[in-house]
């Protein structure tokens, strides 16, 4: 055990622990009202456990392996002690797994019994990412008082609704987790993985995509199912949504994100309700993409959580700690978005351009997107190992991609915060969709992704100005570098194809290719919308 404390260090960096002594109390039964029992596994220093605060960590991803020794072991030897649960239906605990829908009534349950362990310590953290933070907003507007501190991590308050979007159903995340937590208990799981993500993979083809989950896993999955059936407004996700929680919470909350991460908008929203609210909260985005492993977390834990449960100060910090990309530095901020950023219109120009000076004539640029042969998602904000900021060269040699550049920047363009589009856009099909994608050409020519958005169109056969909302940012272009942008028809399988009939995805079978048009001029000014800070 203590080669795996050792190897986590370096791998996250840690500083060294107070103890690597462990104790592990296994299967510890947590029961529900409905008569349920959840499992859960407390880890502890040896020498004086009993007296220190919990962290809690509620996932459905199993207590070992990842979860039990990369997240509950450095805690508990660096002043906690952790109690790992696994959440309903999953790993040995009670009842059936109904994604999103249990963790209220189940996380206040757990809640209540915590506290009246002999154990417990007086305070209590609600640590964990993705998932494990989902569980935390859940309850965030009942917290009883010995709950001290909340530390999300790659979150949000409505999680999966994002991707549900009727105007940019992004297909490649929920299914992913779909089949995830379809096979993660069957036998030899981890081994089998790259078998399976290649098996996911063809199965995101399939048409039409309602068969896709049997492609994929070998049997339907009612998550899967729901998430094609139903976008996000539909009362099939009712249960789903905590934003209204978030204003409610009264502890102070440290929430922690990446600039590729596939959760960011609304961990952002989430941020700025707290501020709005006045409650105590801070915000720290990294470069990270949503698998990325880094210290923060524990650091988090440790300087933030493991203070305020102790009733004291954590270290002074601004509210905002941004890693502005580009610049390659962390700089700090008093709110999301920063104050100074002023909105500058980036237009498309003929031939390629891209420049703040409006266009002068009318043009338009063409392309031709077949969704059997749809444009790739290249890196981004994606679960996948290449996602993040890759090289686009690839890309954008394609000839279903256009590209914008301006020239060469004669001195740094900071943009920190919101970045929108406005494209004109027209198809031979009443269906289609408009990627933008915002790059940083660099001196050797390399294009690489800052951010991006998607919005599918109906009546996109009449010219129609497209509002494409892409991800927030942090990032400066360099003196020497250029400003790109790219307009395209889709991201597969990151978003899902469309097919161009206005056929529902779950039973679309036909596939139609389109000719399409980016307008720009005097009356049809595409661009994209920067918020431009003067550089410090």
């Known amino acids: 055990m203590n080669l795996s404390s050792h190897l986590i260090q370096r791998k996250l960096k840690l500083s060294p622990p107070l103890t690597r002594d462990l104790v592990v109390e296994r299967d510890l039964r947590v029961p529900m009202p409905d008569g349920a029992e959840l499992l859960a596994d407390r880890w502890a220093p040896k020498a004086g456990g009993e007296a220190l605060p919990v962290a809690l960590i509620r996932t459905p991803y199993g207590r070992s392996g990842l979860f039990g020794t990369a997240m509950a072991r450095p805690l508990a030897e660096r002043g906690y002690q952790v109690l790992i649960q696994s959440t309903r239906g999953g790993f040995g605990s009670g009842g059936v797994f109904d994604p999103m829908r249990q963790e209220r009534e189940d996380g206040l349950a757990t809640l209540d019994w915590l506290i009246k362990q002999p154990w417990s310590g007086g305070s209590i953290v609600l640590v964990g990412l993705s998932y494990l933070g989902y569980a935390q907003w859940a309850v965030a507007d009942r917290l009883p008082p010995e709950v001290k501190a909340m530390i999300p991590q790659v979150t949000e308050s409505a999680l999966t609704l994002e991707f549900l979007r009727q105007d940019g159903f992004s297909l490649e995340t929920p299914f992913g987790w779909g089949v995830l937590t379809a096979v993660q208990e069957r036998p030899w799981a981890m081994l089998r993985q790259p078998a399976q993500a290649r098996r996911t993979r063809r199965a995101l083809h399939t048409l039409p995509l309602d068969q896709a989950d049997v492609a994929a896993v070998g049997h339907r999955s009612d998550y899967i199912q729901g998430i094609l059936a139903h976008d996000a407004d539909d009362p099939h996700w009712a249960g789903f949504d905590h934003r209204h929680r978030v204003a409610e919470v009264t502890v102070p909350v440290s929430s922690i994100g990446g600039w590729y991460d596939i959760f960011l908008p609304g961990q952002l929203r989430d941020f700025r309700i707290l501020q709005e609210a006045g409650r105590p909260a801070r915000l720290t985005i990294g470069p990270w993409t949503h698998l990325d492993m880094n210290d923060t977390a524990i650091r988090e834990a440790v300087e933030f959580g493991l203070a305020h449960a102790r009733g004291e100060e954590p270290p002074h910090r601004a509210p905002v700690r941004l890693f502005v990309t580009g610049e390659e530095a962390w700089r700090d901020f008093e709110s999301w978005p920063p104050s100074g950023g002023k909105p500058q219109r980036f237009h498309l120009r003929p031939g390629g351009a891209l420049s703040t000076e409006p266009p002068g004539e009318a043009a338009s640029d063409g392309y031709r997107y077949d969704p059997a042969d749809p444009t790739p998602a290249v890196g981004g904000v994606r679960m996948v190992p290449d996602s ?75 010219t129609t100005r497209a509002t494409i909302g892409l991800w927030p940012t942090a990032h400066r272009f360099k003196r020497g570098h250029r400003i790109r942008v790219q307009v395209s028809s889709g991201a597969f399988p990151r978003y899902a194809r469309n097919p161009g009939t206005g056929e529902p995805h779950a039973t679309a079978t036909t596939l139609r290719a389109a000719d399409q048009t980016v307008h720009h001029g005097p009356e049809r000014p595409s661009a994209v919308i920067l918020p431009v800070r003067a550089a410090e």
């Open 388 to 462: 993040g900021r890759v090289d686009n060269k690839d890309l954008e040699a394609r000839a279903d991609v256009l590209t914008y550049t301006t020239d060469v920047l004669d001195q740094d363009v900071e943009v920190i915060g919101e970045v929108s589009a406005e494209i004109w856009f027209r198809s031979s099909l009443p269906h289609a969709d408009v990627f933008v994608r915002l790059c940083d050409v660099d001196p050797r020519g390399r294009s690489y992704n800052v951010c991006d958005g998607l919005t599918s169109l109906s009546g996109a056969d009449e």
